[in-house]
């Protein structure tokens, strides 16, 4: 699974699937990797295809941090829902904006071979860890977030604005 038209076949086949569950896809832009898959009622995914696996992504919002109590809990809820988790793990990191909002990334690393059952089995899986993130209490409204959200083009509460930080490699 290390040549380019491989990692296409991938790519075509799990987006065929994406599809069908109701989700539309967005290729790469010039120079990218992720292709960005969104649902209405589902959580978005990020997905990406590396010769030794498949890495689906999504981000969750927490906002900004209003002191070091509320990052602690939340770091504490994150690593008792990894402790819950089979194929999916929860970071918590901050955006490379100047805001500073706290980010949960999910991630999840699948086989890089294409089964419709397996794919199906482990996308459901992901599914249901993923939205155990609404387990970790956002912060509270911060002003300046407040004014940020009623500006932007996207729910805050969802991972439809993609991180720049996406970039690495693995």
């Not at 809820?77 to 988790?85: M, R």
């Amino acid at each position: 699974m290390s040549d380019d038209n491989s990692h296409s076949s991938l790519i075509e086949q799990l987006s065929n699937h994406l599809e069908f569950l109701g989700f539309k896809i967005t290729p790469p832009s010039e120079g990218d990797h992720w292709h960005w898959a969104e649902h209405t009622r589902r959580i978005d995914i990020f997905f990406r295809a590396f010769p030794e696996f498949l890495r689906l992504h999504s981000n969750h919002y927490l906002g900004v941090c209003p002191n070091d109590h509320a990052r602690d809990t939340a770091l504490h809820q994150l690593n008792d829902l990894n402790e819950l988790t089979q194929i999916t793990k929860f970071c918590l990191t901050k955006s490379d904006k100047a805001d500073k909002i706290d980010i949960v990334r999910i991630r999840a690393h699948l086989p890089a071979t294409y089964d419709r059952p397996l794919f199906g089995s482990l996308l459901d899986l992901w599914q249901k860890e993923s939205d155990m993130v609404w387990r970790v209490d956002r912060y509270p409204p911060h002003k300046q977030t407040i004014e940020d959200e009623n500006n932007a083009d996207t729910d805050s509460t969802t991972n439809t604005t993609w991180a720049e930080d996406q970039n690495d490699s693995h």
